[in-house]
């Protein structure tokens, strides 16, 4: 089952995308933490991101759709994942798409966490994760990023027939439950 996980920062994508991947044994590719473990670590990738993931900006599309193409090339993923950050522009998403296709592989569902904008800044600012990229004026930077550059991905895959719109607000296990059932 290949699934991609969607919405606006705060939303609750990673941790829903952690249940999902519990409960059906496939992993979860979250081009975030790939980029904050690069960071981290001080590699080559690391570097060349740090600035960006800084300033809430989006990380070139050829760096990241060249980084997810290398990871889900590993066997581990032959059986289905959670995408979760990816894709974030409409351009990914065509990439995404060509590489399915030339994998002969296609997307089982597109799952939309809808989470009104005043909680998402309630929720990134009391998460507490320490991320540089969290305080109030990256998360409006964020927030305009996702409404100019990656909102335009829903539409994309709505083209497709792909989109499940989940309510996000509630509790972690009530939202999980709505993907469940929505996904079943
Ligand atoms: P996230 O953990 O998904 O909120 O991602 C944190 C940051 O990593 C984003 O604000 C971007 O700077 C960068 N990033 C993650 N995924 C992508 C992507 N698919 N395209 C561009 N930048 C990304």
């Known amino acids: 089952m290949r699934i991609i996980i969607f919405g606006p920062p705060g939303a609750g994508k990673g941790t829903q ?8 044994n496939i992993p979860h590719l979250s081009t975030g ?29 050829e760096i990241v759709v060249a980084l997810v193409k290398e ?21 990914q ?6 590489f399915l296709k030339e994998q002969g592989k ?10 009104p904008q005043k909680e998402l800044i309630d929720r990134i600012l009391s998460r507490g994760e320490g991320r540089s990229d969290d305080s109030e004026e990256k998360i409006k930077t964020r927030l305009e990023v996702y409404w100019n550059e990656t909102l335009p991905v829903q539409e994309h895959y709505q083209e497709q027939g792909l989109v499940e719109e989940i309510d996000g607000v509630g509790s972690v296990e009530d939202i999980f ?5 929505t996904l079943e």
């Open 106 to 115: 296609s997307l089982y569902a597109f799952i939309l966490l809808r989470v």
């Open 71 to 91: 990871e889900l090339k590993k066997e581990k993923y032959h059986d289905g994942y959670i995408l979760d950050g990816f894709p974030r522009t409409v351009a």
């Open 177 to 181: 439950s709505r993907i469940k059932s």
């Open 33 to 61: 933490e790939i980029f904050r473990t690069a960071i981290k670590n001080k590699t080559d990738l690391g570097k060349k991101v740090t600035s960006i993931l800084d300033a809430g900006e989006l990380v070139p599309d």
């Open 17 to 24: 995308a952690k249940l999902l991947s519990d409960a059906y």
């Open 93 to 98: 998403a065509k990439a995404y798409d060509n």
